[in-house]
């Protein structure tokens, strides 16, 4: 039987500060791609380069979005004959959709037309013009939002869970907006898991800090974790077995 | 009437099934009904009677015949026994319950055979080899003894006696009919009882004169007592009991009652024996 | 009339049948694979009590022999389903064709690999059982197989094979009453199951208590996957007896040893007479042995009688 740790990511409980800056597992980058051509990005980690990948923007491509894990950035780019070896490929407005899946993240990219040297290549620190850091909180307690590009500060009340007898799924994301005049809203109370999708107007790159945690001291609430009820009435369970006739 | 009524485990053996078990005794362990000297058993012309053993008595190199002493006579007055050879052999034995219809008991005995009464009859076949008056002449009787001093404090002791071994080459078997009456009992201490035969009445057929008649049947009762109905104690515990495997429950015979007289009991041509499960430590 | 009558009243009967009954012992283990979940159990059993009786009809009844289990232990295991954190969809379609969602945020899953939960319910001593036996005795004659051809019967005796009579009781039915189960198995099986589950989960409790939230209660969980009714005693007894066997295992064993493998007493044939006789047979002599025949056993309602004749 597999152990607890290797069934789930050691770092999904160990890193509770998320950084639109520097990508971990519980945090992704939805940026749009409008030009058609070919892109070169390069992913960076801890100020060091730790790899590359292109995009090729094609409207004979009908895949709505590239998909680019930053641990492993070339592990899903496909044969092209679009003058790289392989590149993702989406068609134009696509999404290019930056995540982390595995180990302690930290990553960042930067991407440019190929084409283009001087033009200004998409930053992933620097968000904007309707990208999208969508995260999801799993250690319940109080974070501290800020936007390091404009100052503007938010808070987050994360719940703990209610353990109750039927599954229950999260409920659905919630959307804020990065303005110039701040987070709107700038209270968000979510659920443990749930969503939520920081949508940036503008410049912005987004600082999530666990201010106080809530971990419930052990056995400090009782709660139903198991359950069962005799049935109201009860016969004594009879069986029988008749051996080969004979 | 269920055979358990008085009892706790009843067991029976008819006198058919009696006289077979004699008849493999007889086969299997023919040492018990033939005796002889040595020379006798060694030689089966001397036998009175031939010997049918089991196969198996020979393959494995058991004894047809009992090897005993030599028949030894005193010489009056010398200190000396002329030793002789002898055979004695059981030719037949056979056992009758009451009531009697397998034994015809002679008159000595009180027919019919009386009630919890069991009779055997036997034929019993013997010899002595008588030397030759060859043989006898070669032979120098010792001296007699000194009579014994007075004040001489070994007065009643005298050395061994000296043996004079004659052996026979005429061997003039003759055979008798041994009847015997007798019953049942249980003896021994309780946890260790035994059911055993014992002798009321024991005839041998026309012997003449009487006298020499009633020695030689003083000789075959304590015989009789002594050797032969021994072998037939069986220990209670293991009387057909063994072949239930109750070795471990103590068991007792049932006390006797108006509704169980007889314990054992000696009728309908049986020996039965009644047992209660006795209470245990 | 035959030569050795043999009679035992229904109580000597009682003794034979209780040393018969103390020797039994029956041991077992075997697995299944069921919808979604397997299932195997490891028993020990020995039986005590009963009433026995004889019967005018010449069966021999049993009635009520507790089932005794010293080891009954139930072995569940099952794969708890994949559980995802994530998913949750960041850019919805506008349009009312194709997917609901553009842009899925991904999975972080746990029990991706299926792990087993494997728990072992200790039931001895919970589960009371009783089985009880109507028929009759019957005599066989065993040729050991380990008599060879060459031997007689006093080989036979020495090399540990003689043949003999031995008197079974041959069941014309064996049944086997789950009696009763203990209230507390429902309580016990989820106990375990329940901490199990709990010891997989990964990371504090805050992170246990996130996907418990997600997952439900657990033992709703268990009930899925088992599909577990309201009484759970019955569903372990079908669980047991039905879907693993092990009902017919035990009326089996049961057939088998009292029929076949376990007589209720045997004897040598021929018979070794010197065990009924005081004087033991000296050495080197072969011991005097008396051939059996016409073996033969009866039963009415008040004693089992066993007949004989000595043969030629």
Known sequence: MMSPETIFDRYLVSQTDLDSGALTRLGVIVHQLSDVGRFEAKVVRGGRSEGSFSVMVSEESHSAQARI????????????????????????????????????????????????????????????????????????????????????????????????????????????????????????????????????????????????????????????????SRPSAREATRARARPRQR | MALTDNCDLYGAVHEDGFNLLIRHFMRQRPSWFNFGTSRVAMNPKLWCVPIKPEKVVVKRNNPLMAVEDPLQLPLLGTNAVVALDFCVQIEKLEIDFHPGNVIALPPELAPPLAAQRFALHGRVCASIGCPSDRLVEMVEPPPPLPPPKRGDQDQGHREPPNVIMLPGDDFDCFCLDLFVVGHFEITGSPGAQRLEGKLDGLEIVDIEPGGLESAIECYLEIVTRLVFLPHLRVPLTKLVFDLLDLVTITLTPTPTSPALPNNPAVEDDQVKVFIDFGVGP | MSHITIAASEDAFRQLFAALRDAFSFADSNSGSFAGFTAGYSVAAHLEGGTVDLRADGTVQVKELD?????????????????????????????????????????????????????????????????????????????????????????????????????????????????????IVGDLLMSLLTTAIEDLLPGPQWLKDAILAILGAIVDLIRDILDLPDDIGEWISDLLGVSLGLFNSIVNFVLDYFAAQNPIFEIEDPYPIEKAASVPTPPGLIPIKIPIRDFTIGVDDKEMTVTANVGP
């Open chain 3, 67 to 183: 089932v005794k289990w010293d080891v009954l232990d139930l072995t569940l295991g099952f794969d708890i389903p994949e559980l995802c954190i994530g998913g949750w969809c960041i850019i919805p379609n506008p349009f009312p064709w194709g997917d609901d969602c553009w842009v899925e945020f991904p999975k972080i899953c746990v029990f991706s690999a299926n792990p087993d939960v494997s728990v072992t319910i200790p039931l001895g001593g919970l589960i009371t059982s009783e089985v009880s036996i109507t028929g009759s005795l019957v005599t066989k004659y065993r040729i050991d197989p380990g008599r060879l051809a060459w031997m007689d019967d006093w080989d036979a005796q020495d090399a540990g094979v003689p043949n003999k009579w031995q008197v079974f009781l041959d069941p014309d039915t064996v049944d086997l009453d789950l009696f009763d189960i203990a209230d």
């Open chain 1, 69 to 228: 894990d930053l641990s492993h950035p070339e592990a899903e780019a496909k044969a092209c004959e679009c003058g790289a070896d392989h590149a993702y490929e989406v068609m134009p407005k696509g999404y290019l959709v930056l995540l982390v899946s595995e180990g302690p993240g930290g990553h960042s990219v930067l991407l440019g037309p190929s084409d283009d040297p001087k033009a200004t290549p998409f930053d992933s620190t620097q968000l904007m013009g309707g990208d999208r850091f969508a995260i999801t909180i799993l250690r319940p307690g109080t974070y501290g939002v800020s936007n390091v590009l404009t100052g503007a500060e938010a808070r987050i009340k994360v719940a703990y869970p209610r353990v109750g007898r039927r599954p229950s799924a999260p409920p659905k994301p919630v959307q804020i907006a990065c303005t110039e005049q701040g987070f709107v809203p700038s209270e968000a109370n979510v659920r443990a898991g749930q969503g939520l999708v920081y949508v940036c107007r503008t410049s912005s790159r987004i600082v999530i800090r666990l201010l106080e945690p809530d971990d419930r001291a052990p056995n400090s609430e009782r709660r139903l974790l198991a359950g069962w």
